[in-house]
C-alpha cells in the first residue's frame, strides 16, 4: 500500500484500525534462526562459497588462526602514546591508553574484518565491546601492508574524546555490532546503562540475508515425507528471484543494455542496504523480505556526506550511490555483479562489465581513448573512481557516473580524469573530453548544480529546487535530497508540489517532503497527517514527530488514538538508542512539544550524563527552561555549558538569546558577537546579532554584519527580510528595493512578498 492508498484508504476505514493493518503488515511470520550447520545439510556449494569471504570473517573470536597483526612486542608510537601489541598465556593483549588517560592492559577477544584491514575488540564493563582505533594493515607488504597504523593519525585524539577508542563512537554495540553478526540483539538497559547483546551466529551468515530458516527447515522435512506443507515461498522469509528468467539485450541505437523485464520488487538491495548503506537504526528486528526503511532512517545527499553531485565524500557504504545510477534505474541489482555468497565479483575486472555492455565497443580506444590495459581504460577508475578511507581501504563510487570534468570547474567537485592526470587542471579535462567525444558529457545525473545551490541557499534556488524534486527523470534520492533543502513552504504552489509528494509512492519522496515540512509553519504541517498511516515506520514516526504539538482536540474522532500510537513507536526508537545523547535530546524535544515538562528534563539531562560535552543538551534545556519560568537556570546551565566546550558557537548565541528574554539586550551583544563569530558558516547568528545591534540603535553596524552575511549566503531569506525592513524604515528606499528584488527572485511565489515589493516601487516614485 502506498501513502496515497492510505490517504485515500483513511476515509473508508476507521483510522485505529487501519494503523494496525499497517503495523502488522511488517509483522516477521514467526520463523526462529536455525544456524548455518543447519543450512549446509542441503547448501553444500554455497556455504563452500560462503567459507573465507569477508562476511564469514566478518568477526571472529581472537586466537591464532584468526589474529593477523604482530603481537609479537610489536609496538606504534601516536602523538606521545607508545602502544605495544603482546602474547600472554595464550591471551592477545594491547598496552595503551584509557579512558583515564593512562597506560593499562587490555585483553583482546575479537577480531574485526579482515581485508585491507582488521581492527580488534576490547571488552569493558556493562557489556561494551570496544573498537581499538590502531589497526592492523593486512595489506601485502609489497603494498604497505603488515603494519600498525592509526586512523586518526593527524589528530590527537584523548581520552573523554567522543572519538577515543574508549568513547561513544567506537562502541561495538552501538556502532558497528548489527552488520557484523547475524541475528544481533543490542539489549541495552537504559536504566544500568549496561549491555547484554547476543548473536546467533557471530558472523554474516546464511540467516542474516536469508531470515530466519525455521519455517524453511519445516517445509524440506514436509516435502522430503511427501506431505503437503500448506507453506508459502518455501517457509523464507523473502525469495531472492529478481533475477529469475532475465536476460539483456543491446540496444542497437543506444548500445546500452536493456533487461528484459522490469525489476519492481528491489528485493535483494533492500537485504543488502541495511549494512551497505549510511543510515540510522529504529530497532534490531529487521527480517530479510521486511522494508529496509522500517528498520532504518537512510541518509540522503547530504552536505559532509556526498558531494554535490552526489559522488561519495565520507564512508557512505555504497547503497546511496546505488540509488543514483542509471544501471538501478535500469533494474540492475547486486547480484549482477557480486557472487552474493562468496561476495567476490562475477567476473574478474573489467569482465563483470562486460557481461552486459560489449567489450567490441567499450574496450576500445575509440570508447576510452587510452592505451588498453592502463589505468584510463579501465571502467572502474573512470566509472567508479575510488576514495580511501580508514587509511587503507579504497571504497569504490556505485553511482556509475560519466566523467565530469566541467562540474569540477563549476563546482570543485572530484573528477575521474584528475584522479589520474593530477598535473593537469580540471579545465585541460574539459578540453580533452569535448575533443574526444565533439561534446560536453552528457550524464544521467543532473542535480549537482541545483543541490549546490541548495546548500548555499542561492538566490533562485528555491525553483530549481521544487522542479528537481518533480522531475521523474532523475534519480529519487536526489529529488528527496532537494526536498529538504527547500528554504520553507511558504508558496501555495510548493505546498501543492508537497502535497502531491507527500503521496508520492516512493518512500524516499515521502520521506524527503516531510523534511521539507518541517520548515512549514504549524498549520501547514497537518498535511503530513495522512503518513502517519503509512506502511513504512521510518516515515510514520517522522510523521508523528511532526505533529506531536498538536492539541488532540484538533483532530476528529480516533485519529489521535492513531498519532499517538505513531508517537509511541517514534518514542521506542529513542529508546532503542538511549544510549546516545542524540537520542536523549529526541526525547527530551517531543516531551517539550507536547508540554511534559517532567520528561523533557529528565531526558536532557540524561543525555549530559551520557556525554557532559553534548552541546544540543545545554541549548534545548535551557530553552525549555525558559519556556517553563526558569530562565535564570537555563542561564546558569548554559554558562556551565561555555566551561565544558569554550568554542562553541551554539552556546554563546544561546546564552545572548537568554540575554535578550532577561531584557538585558546590552550584555547579549558580546554573546551573540562571539558566535557569530565563531560560527560564520550559521547564517541564523549573523541575522540575529544583527537585529539585536539595530534594537540598540547600532543600525549601521547592523546593517554591515547582514551584508556580510549574505555575501556568504546569498539566500538567506531572514537576512534579506532584515536589510529590506532596516532600509525602508531608515527611509532609504532605493536600497531596501534592490534587496527586495533579490527576495521576490528567492520566492518568486509568496504574496507577502509581491506586496512587499510593490509597495515599495511605489513608495520610490
Not at 228 to 234: F, I, K, L, P, S
Not at 454 to 482: C, F, H, M
Amino acid at each position: 500500500m502506498t501513502a496515497f492508498g492510505a490517504s485515500r484508504l483513511a476515509a473508508r476505514l476507521h483510522p485505529v484500525l487501519l494503523a494496525l493493518l499497517c503495523l502488522s503488515a511488517t509483522a516477521s511470520h514467526g520463523a526462529n534462526p536455525v544456524g548455518r550447520e543447519v543450512c549446509r545439510e542441503c547448501y553444500v556449494k554455497e556455504d563452500r562459497q560462503w567459507q573465507g569471504s569477508h562476511h564469514d570473517l566478518a568477526m571472529q573470536e581472537a586466537d591464532d588462526k584468526t589474529v593477523l597483526g604482530d603481537f609479537d612486542d610489536a609496538t606504534l608510537t601516536q602523538f606521545g602514546v607508545t602502544s605495544r601489541f603482546f602474547r600472554r598465556d595464550g591471551r592477545f593483549l594491547v598496552h595503551t591508553d584509557g579512558p583515564d588517560g593512562k597506560l593499562h592492559d587490555y585483553d583482546i577477544v575479537y577480531t574485526f574484518g579482515v581485508y585491507p584491514l582488521q581492527q580488534y575488540l576490547v571488552p569493558f564493563p556493562g557489556g561494551r565491546l570496544q573498537v581499538l582505533d590502531i589497526a592492523w594493515d593486512s595489506r601485502p607488504r609489497s603494498e604497505g601492508g603488515q603494519r600498525w597504523f592509526h586512523l586518526h593519525p593527524d589528530e590527537k585524539i584523548a581520552a573523554g574524546d567522543v572519538l577515543h577508542w574508549t568513547g561513544p563512537n567506537l562502541n561495538w554495540n552501538y556502532m558497528c555490532a548489527d552488520c557484523h553478526s547475524t541475528n544481533l540483539k543490542k539489549h541495552y538497559d537504559s536504566a544500568t546503562r549496561t549491555y547484554k547483546t547476543s548473536w546467533s551466529e557471530i558472523d554474516v551468515s546464511c540467516e542474516a540475508c536469508h531470515g530466519p530458516g525455521s519455517m524453511h527447515v519445516g517445509w524440506a522435512k514436509a516435502v522430503a515425507a511427501g506431505r503437503d506443507t500448506g507453506v508459502a515461498n518455501r517457509g523464507l522469509t523473502v525469495v531472492f528471484n529478481e533475477r529469475k528468467d532475465v536476460h539483456w539485450t543491446t540496444d542497437d541505437a543506444t548500445r546500452k543494455p536493456v533487461r528484459s523485464q522490469p525489476n519492481k520488487s528491489h528485493k535483494e538491495i533492500q537485504v543488502c542496504a541495511r549494512c551497505h548503506s549510511r543510515r540510522s537504526q529504529l530497532s534490531d528486528d529487521f527480517v530479510p523480505g521486511q522494508s529496509f526503511m522500517d528498520v532504518y532512517h537512510p541518509a540522503l545527499l547530504t552536505q559532509g556526506l556526498y558531494y554535490p553531485d552526489g559522488q561519495i565524500q565520507d564512508e557512505v557504504y555504497v547503497w546511496g550511490s546505488f540509488q543514483q545510477s542509471w544501471m538501478f534505474h535500469g533494474g540492475v541489482t547486486c547480484s549482477d555483479c557480486h557472487d552474493p555468497h562468496s561476495a567476490q565479483l562475477r567476473a574478474p575486472g573489467e569482465q563483470v562489465c562486460y557481461q552486459c555492455h560489449g567489450a567490441d565497443h567499450y574496450a576500445t580506444k575509440t570508447h576510452h581513448h587510452h592505451q588498453p590495459g592502463s589505468r584510463g581504460s579501465s571502467c572502474v577508475e573512470c566509472h567508479m573512481p575510488a576514495t580511501t578511507f580508514m587509511g587503507v581501504d579504497r571504497r569504490h563510487d556505485h553511482s556509475f557516473r560519466i566523467p565530469r570534468p566541467d562540474l569540477t570547474v563549476k563546482l570543485a567537485v572530484p573528477n575521474a580524469c584528475n584522479a589520474c592526470h593530477e598535473d593537469k587542471y580540471a579545465s585541460w579535462a574539459v578540453e580533452t573530453v569535448e575533443k574526444w567525444y565533439g561534446e560536453k558529457p552528457k550524464a544521467y545525473q543532473q542535480f549537482a548544480s541545483v543541490l549546490q545551490a541548495g546548500r548555499q541557499q542561492r538566490v533562485g534556488s528555491y525553483t530549481k529546487l521544487l522542479k528537481l524534486a518533480l522531475d521523474e527523470n532523475q534519480p529519487v534520492i536526489a529529488r528527496a535530497t532537494a526536498l529538504t533543502y527547500l528554504p520553507g513552504a511558504v508558496s501555495q504552489a510548493s505546498m501543492r508540489a508537497l502535497q502531491q509528494l507527500l503521496n508520492a509512492g516512493e518512500p524516499l519522496l515521502r520521506l524527503g517532503a516531510l523534511g521539507a515540512m518541517a520548515s512549514a509553519p504549524r498549520e501547514q504541517r497537518i498535511l503530513a497527517f495522512p503518513l502517519v498511516w503509512d506502511e513504512i515506520k521510518a516515515i510514520r514516526i517522522k510523521a508523528a514527530r511532526l505533529l506531536a504539538g498538536y492539541p488532540r482536540d484538533s483532530f476528529k474522532p480516533g485519529q489521535g488514538e492513531v498519532l499517538d500510537k505513531a508517537i509511541g513507536e517514534y518514542i521506542q526508537v529513542q529508546e532503542f538508542n538511549a544510549e546516545r545523547p542524540e537520542a536523549q535530546v529526541n526525547l527530551g524535544n517531543l516531551y517539550t512539544d507536547m508540554s511534559r515538562f517532567s520528561q523533557a528534563e529528565t531526558a536532557y539531562r540524561k543525555a549530559l550524563q551520557l556525554q557532559p560535552k553534548f552541546v544540543p543538551a545545554y541549548v534545548n534545556l535551557a530553552q525549555m527552561l525558559s519556556r517553563t519560568g526558569r530562565e535564570g537556570e537555563g542561564a546558569a546551565l548554559l554558562l556551565a555549558g561555555t566551561r565544558q566546550v569554550p568554542d562553541s558557537a551554539d552556546l554563546y548565541h544561546a546564552l545572548g538569546l537568554s540575554k535578550v528574554r532577561q531584557k538585558a539586550v546590552a550584555e547579549s551583544i558580546p554573546l551573540l558577537a562571539k558566535a557569530a563569530e565563531l560560527d560564520k558558516d550559521n547564517e541564523r547568528y549573523g541575522y540575529v546579532y544583527a537585529v539585536a545591534l539595530q534594537s540598540v540603535g547600532k543600525l549601521d553596524q547592523a546593517i554591515g554584519v547582514l551584508e556580510n552575511t549574505l555575501k556568504r549566503h546569498p539566500g538567506d531569506i531572514d537576512s534579506l527580510h532584515a536589510l529590506v525592513t532596516f532600509h525602508r524604515d531608515a527611509g532609504q528606499v532605493a536600497k531596501a528595493l534592490v534587496y527586495a528584488r533579490q527576495l521576490a527572485k528567492l520566492l518568486p511565489q509568496d504574496s507577502a512578498v509581491r506586496k512587499l515589493l510593490l509597495e515599495l516601487q511605489q513608495g520610490s516614485k
